[in-house]
Nanobody, 120 residues
Framework: QVQLQESGPGLVKPSQTLSLTCTVSGGSITATWYYWAWIRQPPGKGLEWLGAISDSGTTYYSPFLKGRTSISLDTSKNQITLQLSSVTPEDAAVYYC????????????WGQGTQVTVSS
């Protein structure tokens, strides 16, 4: 059973860089055919796909974030990291890192998410 646990600072100030970590247990982040996505849900809104990374480290990003996103693998810790630069209050959301089967946006495992607030 794969388990995912998102973690982060909870509160960041506008213009800062948000760094989140997704710790995976019960499976390797380099297992073939799996991707790891970052998705968020702002208050009162639907899910937004931010980007994903493949088992080999190839990254895909949503264009609406205009280059502010960086996703990476830390194989020594079996973690996926997300960095989002120049945050604004519009980046406040619950952030999730689901596992994606073959990059098809078919997510089979989700964590509980981590709440991010952007405020000075």
């Amino acid at each position: 059973q794969v388990q995912l646990q998102e973690s982060g600072p909870g509160l960041v100030k506008p213009s800062q860089t948000l760094s989140l970590t997704c710790t995976v247990s019960g499976g390797s982040i380099t297992a073939t055919w799996y991707y790891w996505a970052w998705i968020r849900q702002p208050p009162g809104k639907g899910l937004e796909w931010l980007g994903a990374i493949s088992d080999s480290g190839t990254t895909y990003y949503s264009p609406f974030l205009k280059g502010r996103t960086s996703i990476s693998l830390d194989t020594s810790k079996n973690q996926i990291t997300l960095q989002l630069s120049s945050v604004t209050p519009e980046d406040a959301a619950v952030y999730y890192c689901p596992r994606d089967i073959s990059g098809s946006s078919d997510f089979d495992y989700w964590g509980q998410g981590t709440q991010v607030t952007v405020s000075s």
